[in-house]
């Protein structure tokens, strides 16, 4: 194969562009991309109880990855902390009314994003595309352990 027609370093370069255009467009809010994405996933979520265990197998993320992600979100003031009421071992974590505040701002910027992603793209394109990453990734997951659908918007 043509290194040149390699998709891996392809899929790779725009993932990387998507998370820097996220967290740019979330600094005036003092957050990335990754806070975003799990901030939305808690308020789209608040109606049940949320452990950090439950991120991770949302996300596909390790506990430490997901820790570090709540540790920041906490400090700044978007997430707090709550013992559960069925399990005394178990953490919940709650969105706060700033993470509310800022959620339709969230929202719209990683919809911007969305967008640019399908810009010149018609409607069935940008349905061929999404079958044909689906496809990728479920060649990807095939023999792996089974984990969650990833999401990408708050």
Known sequence: MNPEQAL???IKRISTAIDRKRTRDLEDLD?????????GYLVRSRERRISP???GRHFGLSHPTVT???QRLEAKGFVAYADDPADRRRKNVAVTERALDCHARIRERFAETEARLTEGLS?????QLLALLDRVLQNMD??????PKEETTP
């Open 142 to 147: 095939a023999g792996c352990a089974s984990r």
């Open 123 to 127: 409607e069935a394109q940008r349905e």
């Open 8 to 10: 891996g370093p392809r």
């Open 31 to 39: 957050l990335t991309s990754s806070q975003g994405m799990v901030l």
């Open 68 to 70: 570090g992600i709540l």
């Open 53 to 55: 265990g439950d991120i």
